[in-house]
């Protein structure tokens, strides 16, 4: 279940979002576009699965927030034509919780399971034996007296969600027969998914502006979908309702996104290494700590765009700013005695 938030710029879902989200969500594979290769993999395992007339087999979808993991979720479902069941994993902390849902499926039933790397072990353990055997042991009874009931379950498909693929134990991501990556989306797609977005909503709008949006979105489809609606709100109030790439523009650096689409926490981040530890190496923790954010929010949303973007790595010793983020700060990278190169591995924060 997508994270409820307050901060307009956060791809986790935000506070009356949920509601614009469902109705923009594209309803197949088909018109699922961006990700080309893992919804040509995806279809293939689809179809095959229907041609044998099994369920198919579970899916493991991975990738940071808001890029599209629920919705793949709900378009199998539809594609096989099947009911879907939503929970996540810090909603199962019992076993029994996640017993009272399998033995609760229909035959073929879709199974989405988000945030499936916070899931308790002992639920871990029940799921890897109905994952395998379409099978769960409810334990009867405590201390020496209990019980193992085996509990047939009909087959079906869990499609689990993670934005931390790494996390999970092998085991269980051993258990699904097919891995999805989705990655963050070229301009070009998100041009598409906003004119596809703004035609759903009534929002008029030319190509052009269409693509100041989608190159300020972070590669991210919520935050596209996101942007477009404050743009249509700022065209609404401050000029005549009409969309064009200057009023795109000024409504989004209203938003403070700039145009490499880097917005508030991206910077904080950024300023934070460059000015307050000398460019890094600083620790993941100190880091967060400093913009005032959870270690898991610095770590999933701002990180992997900063890395992707070329303006922070990740070294064995803490995050480090490239030239580029002081170039794109508009400050000058402090230089190694003598060799006029930027020093970047200088050691500011001992305790990492
Ligand atoms: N390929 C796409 N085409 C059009 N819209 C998309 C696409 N992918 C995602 N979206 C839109 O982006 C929004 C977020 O997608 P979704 O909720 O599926 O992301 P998510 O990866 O599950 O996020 P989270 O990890 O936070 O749960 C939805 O409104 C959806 O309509």
Redesign the pocket.
């Known amino acids: 279940m ?2 409820l938030t307050d901060d307009p710029l956060d791809p ?2 935000h506070v009356g979002d949920l509601a614009a ?1 469902s109705a ?3 309803p197949s594979l088909a018109e ?4 080309p290769r893992v919804a040509e993999q995806l279809e293939l395992v689809l179809t095959a699965a229907q041609r044998r007339g099994r369920v198919p087999d579970h899916v493991l979808l991975s ?1 940071p ?7 793949l979720a709900m378009i199998i479902a539809n594609e096989i034509g099947v009911p879907l069941r939503i929970s996540s994993g810090p909603a199962i902390q019992h076993a029994g919780d996640l017993a009272a849902i399998l033995s609760g499926l229909s035959e073929g039933e879709v199974f989405f399971l ?1 945030e499936i790397h916070r899931m308790s072990r002992p639920a871990e353990e029940m799921l890897y034996l109905a994952m395998e055997d379409f099978r769960v042991d409810i334990i009867v009874g405590k201390g020496p007296g209990a019980t193992e009931i085996p509990l047939e379950i009909p087959p079906f498909t869990l499609v689990g ?1 993670t ?1 931390r693929a790494g996390l999970l134990p092998g085991p269980l991501r051993d258990r699904f027969g097919f891995t999805g990556q989705l990655d963050y989306y070229e301009t070009d797609a998100l041009v598409g ?1 906003v004119e ?1 977005s703004a035609s759903l909503l009534g929002i008029a709008i030319d190509r052009t502006s269409a693509t100041v949006i989608a190159s300020r979105s972070r590669g991210t ?2 935050i596209a ?1 996101r942007l477009l609606r404050r743009v249509r709100d700022y065209a609404l109030v401050r000029r005549n309702g009409r969309i064009d790439p200057a009023v795109a523009s000024e409504a989004l650096t209203l938003y403070e996104v700039d145009e490499l689409g880097l917005d508030r926490l991206d910077r904080a981040v950024l300023e934070a290494v460059c000015t307050r530890f000398g460019g890094g190496p600083v620790g993941l923790s100190t880091l967060a700590m400093s913009v005032g954010e959870e270690t898991e929010t610095v770590e999933e949303v701002a990180e992997p765009f900063l890395i992707r973007q070329g303006f922070l790595m990740r070294t064995p010793r803490g995050r480090v700013a490239t030239p580029r983020a002081w170039q794109h700060l508009g400050l000058s990278a402090p230089r190694v005695e003598g060799t006029g190169v930027p020093d970047l591995f200088s050691d500011t924060d001992p305790t990492r």
């Open positions: 997508a994270k986790h879902a989200e923009l969500r594209p699922f576009k961006g990700q990738g927030p808001g890029l599209g993991k629920t919705t988000d969600a934005t998914i596809r489809p919520r979908n």
